[in-house]
Each structure stands twice: as C-alpha cells, then as structure tokens.
C-alpha cells in the first residue's frame, strides 16, 4: 500500500520519494545511490509508484529507458536490414520485384522477397515500432519531466545534513569566509541565494530541459512524417513534357484555377573532355560526365472560373529548371528529374511506284497525333489504317506495348488514281512487309525527334512541422548536451563549513569550478569520492 | 595551384607524423617525475599538430581554388577531410583535458584516415548535376566534422580499454581488443601495400563477361589472388591462385576481394611480427605506458567526444542532408543506403547516450560502445560506398 512519506521535518511526500522535497533527507536506500537519486532529485515518478491497472502498466512499460533502448536497437537492426538489397523502390521499374530478387540475389534475395524486407520502410510493422518509439518518448518524459520540473521549481536552501554528505562532490569542516566565496562564485556566473548562513550556488538549470525539449522536437517531427499518409497534405506527381508541348500541371488544380507548363527546350550538356581544370579526371573516365540537366520552361496559368482545359491561360513566369534548382510557385516545387532524349516524334516517307522507282507524293506522320489520311496530290493519298507505337509481334499478331512511340509500326492504305483497291502495306523499323501485287510501296524518307523532360511536380505540407521538428530537436541537444546543470551548497556548520556539488554531467567540468573557487579562496577542495574509489 | 596543394597534404601528413612522435615521447611509465618532460613534450606535439592542421587547411583551400567547388566530392576528398577533422575535433578536445595519450592515439588514427584517402584516385573531377549545391558542402563538412569529433571517442576508448583490461590471462576482452589492433594493422597493411605496389608500376587486367553479357576488365593494382569468375589474363604478372566465386557479380567485386584478402594478411603479419618482438600481446605492451592515464579522465573524454560530436553529426549528416536531399532529389527521405547508415550512427549514439545516462553505462563498458560506434561510422564511409552502392556513390 502506497502512503504519503512523512519526513522528521513533518513534509508530506508523496509515495516513492527517494529524498524529502522539503528538507532534502535522503530516505532509506538513496543514500546507497546519490547520484542515481538525483537524477530526477528524488522525486515520487509515475512509473515508479502505481503498477495496479493496465493503464499503470503500459504506462511503466513505456516510461522504461530500458524498452526506449530496446526500441531504437530494434529500428537500428531493422533500418540496417533493409540496406542488404536494395528497396523496392531502386530497383528497375520494369521487372517484377518478386522474380527480381532471386534472379539477382538468389536465395536469400528470395526470402528477403517473401519477408517482405524489400519494402521494409513502409512496412506496417517498422510503422508501428516508430509510433512505439513516440509513446515511449511522450510516456518517459512526462513520467520525469513533470516531476522534475515541480521539483527544481521549489529548491530549498538549506540542505538536510544527510543530502549533502553523500553528494559525489563533498568536503567537511571547511575553514573559509562565506563572502569572499560568494563573490567568487559570482564571477564564476553561479546564481546564488542565501539563507541562515547557508549558500546555494547554481548555474545551467535550463540545461535540464534539454532532454525534454529534443524529445518534443522528435515527436513533432515523427508526427510530421506520418501526416505525409493522409490525402492532400503531399502531393507528389511525374509530369513528362516534350520540348514544345504545353500539359496541365497534375496535382495543381484548385478553385482559382489550373497550372500549365511549357517545356520550351531540354538541355543536355558534358563536360569538354579537354577541359583544362579536369583533364585528368576526364580522361579517365569512359563515359562522359554530364554538366547539366535544364529544362527552359514558361509556367501558364487558368483564370480561376475557366473549366480545366478550357478558360484563358495566363503567363505567370518562366524560368530555368536544373537538378538542385527547382522552379517554384505557390506552395509547389517543380523538379528536373530524369529525360529521354531524341524520341521519335515524327516519320516522314515517300510513295514510290515500285517498277520505275519513282516517287509519286512524300507525306510525315505526326507519332504523337497522327493523322487518318494523308492527301498527295495528283490523285494520290495515303491512309494510316493501323498504328502501333511501340511495336512487338505476339503470336504473330502485331501489338503494341504503350503510347510511347519508341518502335512505330503502320499499316499504310495506299491509293493511287489508277488502282482499284487499296494497297496494303506494313511498314516498321527495318521490317516492311509488302503485299503480292502491290505497285506501290511507302519507303522511309527521315525523322524527326525532340528531347522530353521529366519533372516532379512536389508539394509538401509536412514540411514546415518537419522543419519545427527538427529545429526544436537541435535546440533541445544543444541545451542538453553542451550546457550542464552545477549546484554547490554551503552550509555553516558549528566545526567550520559543508561544502558539496553536484552535475547532472560533466564532473570534470565542476571540478574546475571548485578548483577556481579554492584559488580564490584558499578553501579545500572537495574530494571527487568515485574517483577515489576507482583509484 | 593543384601541385601546391598535393605538396601541402604531404606536408601536413608528415608534420602530424612528427607531431604524434612528440607526443608519444610525453608518456613515461615512471611513476616519479611525470610532470615536466610529460607536459614539454605535450606541449610540443600540440603545436606540432596545430601546424599540421593549418598545412592541411591550405591543402583544403588551394585544392578549392584549383576546383572551383569544395573538395569534398570524391572519395578522396572526403576521406582526407573527415581525417582533418579528427585533427581538429583531437585539437579542440586536447585543449579541453590535455591529456596527451590522446594525442598518441588520435592522430595516428588520423594519419591512417588520410593514408587511407591517398589510396583512392586523386584528379580533381568535375561535379555532376546533382552535387552542384551549396547545402551539399555544407551538409558533408559538417557531417565529416560531426564524425571526426564521434571518432576522437574512439581513441579516449581505446586508451581506455588499453590501459584497463585485465591483461594477465587471456578473456573474452582482450581477445576483442587485440581485434580492434589487428583492423587498425590491417589498414596500414594495405596501406603499405598499395604505396609499394603502386611506385613499382604494377598493374594486372583480366577480362570478363559482366552479368548482362558485356565485356568488362578487371584491373589490379595488387598481385592478384582473386581472378573474377571465368575471366582471362591480359596483363599480369602473379597469380591467381583461385577465381572468385561467381555469385560475385559486382563490377569490381573480384578486385574488392583481392583488396580485402591483402589486407587480412597484411594485418596478420604486421601483427604476428610485432607479437613476435614483444612477446606478449600488442595491448599488454602497450598498457605499461599508459600507466599514468587516469581512466576516469578518459571516459570523461570519450563520453564528451559524444556529446559535443553528436549534435554536430545530427545536423550535418540528417538535417542539412535532408535539406539538400530536399533540393536535389524533391524530397528530404528517401532511404539511400548512406542515409540509412546515416540513421544508424544516430540512434546508435542515441542509445549510448540513453545507456550512459540511465543505465549507468560508464567506463568499459561505454568504451566499448565508443569501439562499436567508430565501426559504425567507418563502414558507412567506406564499405557503403564501396560495397552497397547507392545515390552517393560518388566513385
Ligand atoms: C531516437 C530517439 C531518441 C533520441 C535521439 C533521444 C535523445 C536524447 C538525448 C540527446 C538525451 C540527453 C542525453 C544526455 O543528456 O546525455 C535524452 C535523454 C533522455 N531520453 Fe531520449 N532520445 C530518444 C528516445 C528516447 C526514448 C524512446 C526514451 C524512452 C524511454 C527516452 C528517454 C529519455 C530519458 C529518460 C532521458 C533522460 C532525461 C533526463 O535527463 O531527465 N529517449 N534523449
């Protein structure tokens, strides 16, 4: 049963205080362990004082150091895991992951396959261990902070005699002058109070909080990673652009309007194998290394009541886009990505009797939008009966693969004024097919080609909380780790002074202090008793 | 300007290397007289340090001029920088503690640190697209520094672990220890290797057939032990005394083999020759001079090298990179490998700090984690790069 620890000094502690919050007694076993009990100055913690309903339980599950520990390791080991093979996401987007992994990686790749490790950073389970480790978080710092905050609010003084005798830092029956110390301390930036002949110097207090104040920048970071799952705080789309061509931007469309952008020209640059500066780099090396990844593009905008497509576009800017350089606007990104260069865009061909060789008409296809029929003139004209941009036979039926015309195939109708019927032709890449009895044929003439860009249209709401997160969490390590917090206590005592300090890190550090304080007093110092021990 | 600055990191190589023999004169294993010829030569080894560093600054800056972007973009560049920072963290820490076993191990880490760097191709190379940013200087430098400060733990550790386990039968402990010598062996092993290798003009080539049917050559700078899997000599000279096995399929992984075995036996001949001189273990030997440490000093050391390092690392090696992932790549995650490995170093430390403080993790047991923690760290910058290739493979 849990009751309230009544101390000699008649201060009424709460269940599981280790030192009187009033007088400062150590109670039982926290003399053993000062400086453990100091850690959150002997107050009464949650998770050390109720263990009954399941509440109580988790709550001490979670405030543990221990389970934090255990949590990071096991994020640690699972991170690690995941940089065996790599991710889903780096591999080729052409293949399927689950013949991918035992193809290149055998075996194991194929129980990491099934285990699902090639998507381990969003899988459900490493999800779940990152919100553990936020409640462990939240839980453990509540557990203490609380508390000691309350306590380090209302420090006394005057120390009970028991306190300052098992402090790591103490010296005994000092002959010295409280004045001069205190000047002496002063100067050293401790802020001092005095009561009854007693002293109580101390320094770095906000250091404390530092630990409490990274803890919250982490949450609100993780929390701002999460948000990213819910619909309309991310947008993150792919948009391919051939020079020329102008596209609705995806992803910006909203009530006053719609963006567009013209991909007015992609540029391509290496560097000169020449080049003085990286001759011998260059040189080297047997691919060309590339300089520069540009898009010139001019950004459009719709008036806000125009339907999609519709309506006026205005210009709003232009502007260059390069890799570390994306274009910005609203609260979008546009970033270079990846390119395709010189993709077929247009054929053109000829139509040549065949017995004189002689051509009669020449006409382009448009690969992008081709047109029905193409009229030549003279009673001549050419229909596009069928056409396959990315051509491939399967079971000797011509197909196609996608719209992208990497390998067009036509079947041409060719009429002339003195034909009957419509002479077929199939016509693709070093592989025309010609009918029995044809007179004519259609023969390749040229192409043309443009340059594509690929740009990520981005848009990331998560980012101002992610930012907040991340700089509260330097602050808090910084407050934590290189300020610490120093307190000396003197008390006047009938055989001269007791003198003892206590750090919540950095020994060394106070022990300068002292040693100042010595010099300029001609005071002992105190004796540092785990380093006599060790000794 | 380029010959002007590949003179300057000689010179700074050479200055620590004189600068670590000051300091290794500071430590006596008398117990009499410590103080004055212990503080002299100290004093002199921390000049001679601070020296090498402002030398190897001028590498730095006439490298940039050469340049025009940091140097920090290549395996080579970086490898040098990150051993400059450890001068530096070991500078800033020294004149903190002064404790001069530090400097004997420290910069002798740092002199293989940039040892280490020479063996990597040297041109200066122009920067590709995506490390043409200014929050890519910024985030590697300050990484390199974060790391060079989490590496001055390792050595506070190491001194620490020398000079307190329990030599006088063979544990579990000392057999570790030996193993952590034995890597540091390896790496000068390899070292030595390379440089003799290298200024004799050896070379071997064998061709292969790559994984998607193309022929590829495999160079060696070393004798070759490890042939690529069914591959034909074209120049050569030595070996090879077995193929690699096939499952191997990496471009160079045959080569990274060779490399590897060369310097497992390096290291254990450097090793069994000093065991051979000395008698007994390398870390029994060296343990009577360390006699003088104050291990509490030490751990102190090493726990601070952790809290001043470890902020720094957070920001330069996960927010700035974050912020220039953001700028180059459109987004601030993206679970590359070095990332990755980037995470891990952090939430490693992360829970020292967390063993330390709450579990009271002091003194061995801490050092080791420091040991463990330098590990981490290395195989980031070096296996990652060279064995898990990912969007930071700068080579
Ligand atoms: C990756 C995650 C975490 C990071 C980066 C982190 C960071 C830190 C840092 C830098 C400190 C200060 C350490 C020092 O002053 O030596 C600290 C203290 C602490 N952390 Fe964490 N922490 C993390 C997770 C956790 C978790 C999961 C727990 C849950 C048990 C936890 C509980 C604590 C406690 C109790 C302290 C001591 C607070 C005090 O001194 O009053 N931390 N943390």
Known sequence: MEKTIICECGHHNPPGTLIC??????FADAKENMEASMRYEGTARRSQTYNRTAVDKIWNFFSSVKVGIWIIVVILVAAAIGTIFPQEMYIPQNVDPASHYESEYGNLGKIYFLLGFHNLYGSWWFIVLLGMLALSIIVASIDRGVPLYKSLKRQKVIRHDQFLKHQRLFAQDVKGDLGTMKIALKEQNYKIREENGSLFAEKGRFSRWGPYVNHVGLVIFLAGAMLRFFPGMYVEEVLWLREGDTAAIPGTLSEDGQYYLKNEKFIL???????EQFKDALQNTSNPVPKNFQTNAVLYKSDSNGTIGAGEIKKVKEGKIQVNKPLKFDSFSLYQTDFKMDELNAMSFSLVEKESQKKVGAFEVDLI??????????????????YYPNYFLEDGEPKTKNNVPDNPAFVFEMISPESTKKEKAFVAIKNNIEMEGNRYKVEFAGIKTKNLTALTVRKDHTLPIVSLGGIIFMIGVVQGLYWNHRRIWIKEKEGGLWIAAHTNKNWFGIKKDLQKLSDKTGIVMPEDRTAAKTA | MAQLSSTLLYAAFITYLIGTLFFAMSLSDKKEKVASYSKRWGRIGYITSIVGFALQLGYFFTRWAASGHAPVSNL?????????????????????????????????????????????????????????????????????????????????????LIGTVKQEKSTRETKWLEGVLYCLLCVLGFIILSVTFKSAGYEAVYSFTGKNGNELEAVYQLPVISAPADSAEVQGGFGPLFEAPAWMKGENAAVKLNTMIWSLLSGGILYGLLRLI????????????????????????SYRSVAIGFPVFTLGALIFAMIWAHEAWNRYWGWDPKEVWALITFLFYAAYLHLRLSRGWHGTKSAWLCVLGFVIIMFNLIAVNLVVAGLHSYA
């Open chain 1, 21 to 26: 919050q009033s007088c400062g007694k150590p």
């Open chain 1, 269 to 275: 640059e290496f560097y000169d194998k020449n080049d």
């Open chain 1, 369 to 386: 939008n081709p047109k029905k029929k193409y009229d030549l003139g003279n009673g001549y004209s050419v229909n596009l009966g069928k």
């Open chain 2, 76 to 160: 080579f560049e970086f490898t040098t920088f990150f051993g400059m920072m450890m001068v530096f963290a070991f500078i800033i820490l020294y004149g903190i503690y002064k404790t001069n076993a530090l400097g004997v191990f420290a910069m002798p880490i740092a002199l293989l640190v940039i040892a280490y760097a020479g063996m990597f191709p040297k041109d200066i190379s122009p920067l590709i697209p995506a490390l043409k940013s200014d929050w890519l200087k910024i985030h590697v430098t300050t990484a390199a520094l974060g790391e060079g400060i989490l590496a001055i733990s390792f050595a506070a550790g190491l001194i620490y």
């Open chain 2, 278 to 301: 000395l008698r007994k273990r390398l870390a029994a030997a060296i343990q009577p001079k360390l006699r003088n440490i104050n291990p509490e000093l030490l751990d102190e050391i």
